[in-house]
């Protein structure tokens, strides 16, 4: 695939993982106020039986049926086939875990994913080498940049940072009012799941009225960012 030139000076995108019944309320959050997602699935478990609580919080995923219609707009990417840590996969199971997972992804929702989230943010050597030979074009990782530079591994993408990190809205703020001579990206990853855990839907919401709305700012997702759309 030819990657699309960059042409915006400052770029905000979200990237999102497993596929949960709270991605219903992100996305509305996400659609009112004008930007862009990426959400990753692991389609061999992504179905309301694959259920689990966090500090009292009962958390699933949602049906297949249907998620088309609430990510449209936004961009579907893989998390592997069944959330498994990547480091313990054999090579004879790549296959199955990430091809499987992106063949599912296209049958599913009509378009092959570019992009890849990692399960638990682990990225071996050999798994980058097979998700680029099955043309998968980025993958994200979840340790902190804390800034803006465009990835130079768009393999181990760092995000600016994690939806709850206690510096999310100063970065916010950072990155609205710094100049610079090369493209910025605003990249916060998570799990919509975590604003139920954590009581911090006001504080999402609070950073998208900081970050939306602005003129010299492009919002899109992960792909669109990227140049692979």
């Not at 199971?93 to 599913?108: G, P, S, T």
């Not at 998570?190 to 700012?217: A, C, P, R």
Request: hydrophobic content about 35%; overall charge negative; some cysteine.
């Amino acid at each position: 695939m030819n990657r699309k030139d960059i042409t915006y000076e400052k770029a905000v995108t979200f990237s999102f993982d497993d596929g949960v019944a709270q991605d219903m309320q992100l996305v509305e959050l996400f659609n009112r106020y004008g930007v862009k997602a990426t959400f990753n699935l692991n389609t061999g478990i992504q179905s309301p039986e694959s259920r689990f609580e966090i500090e009292g919080v009962p958390i699933h995923r949602m049906e297949q049926e249907g998620l088309d219609k609430l990510y449209a707009g936004h961009e579907i990417a893989l998390h592997g086939l069944t959330h498994a840590s990547p480091s313990e996969l054999t090579v004879r199971q790549y296959e199955e875990e990430f091809l499987q997972d992106a063949r599912n992804i296209e049958k599913l929702y009509g378009k092959y994913p570019v992009g890849m989230a990692y399960a638990y943010g682990d990225a071996p050597d050999a798994v980058v080498e097979y998700l680029r030979s099955i043309d998968i074009y980025y993958g994200r990782t979840v340790e902190s940049s804390y800034g803006f530079s465009l990835p130079k591994d768009l393999m181990r993408l760092a995000p600016t940072c994690h939806q709850n990190d206690e510096r999310v809205f100063a970065l916010a703020e950072e990155f609205l009012e710094r100049q610079s001579e090369e493209p910025m990206l605003f990249y916060v990853w998570g799990h919509s799941y975590e604003f139920d855990v954590h009581h911090t839907w006001e504080h999402m919401e609070k950073l998208l009225q900081i970050i939306s709305g602005k003129s010299d700012v492009f919002y899109g997702t992960n792909a669109e960012c990227l140049g692979f759309v």
